[in-house]
Nanobody, 127 residues
Framework: QVQLLESGGGSVQAGGSLRLSCAASGYTSGISCMGWFRQAPGKEREGVAA???????SYADSVKGRFTISRDNYKNTLYLQMNSLKPEDTAMYYCAADPYDMVVAGRALKANEYNYRGQGTQVTVSS
């Protein structure tokens, strides 16, 4: 089993930045792909970004050029640097992990296909 714990959420004004972290524990050697998803009230969960074990990344069009996903395999930690935040980025952000390289497989931003998911961290962007 894999446990994922997100941190770094908070409230920020539009144009500001936040850095989310996701610490993985447990059977971390079984993780290949890690990703970030978000869900706003009344909306479906959507993929934000994902990164395979070889560093290949995938981003949602809505965050390209503003968000950067990265991972530190030694620390078993996933990051999401979010810049130029907009009010529409307000959501609960979730970390997810899977034994397969989802980016290469073309399934990187499909939330329901990941085996493991954290509890989420709230991001609120005010105008």
């Amino acid at each position: 089993q894999v446990q994922l714990l997100e941190s770094g959420g908070g409230s920020v004004q539009a144009g500001g930045s936040l850095r989310l972290s996701c610490a993985a524990s447990g059977y971390t050697s079984g993780i290949s792909c890690m990703g970030w998803f978000r869900q706003a009230p009344g909306k479906e969960r959507e993929g934000v970004a994902a990164i395979d074990s070889d560093g290949t990344t995938s981003y949602a069009d809505s965050v390209k050029g503003r968000f950067t996903i990265s991972r530190d395999n030694y620390k078993n930690t996933l990051y999401l640097q979010m810049n130029s935040l907009k009010p529409e980025d307000t959501a609960m952000y979730y970390c997810a992990a899977d034994p397969y390289d989802m980016v290469v497989a073309g399934r990187a931003l499909k939330a329901n296909e990941y085996n493991y998911r954290g509890q989420g961290t709230q991001v609120t962007v005010s105008s």
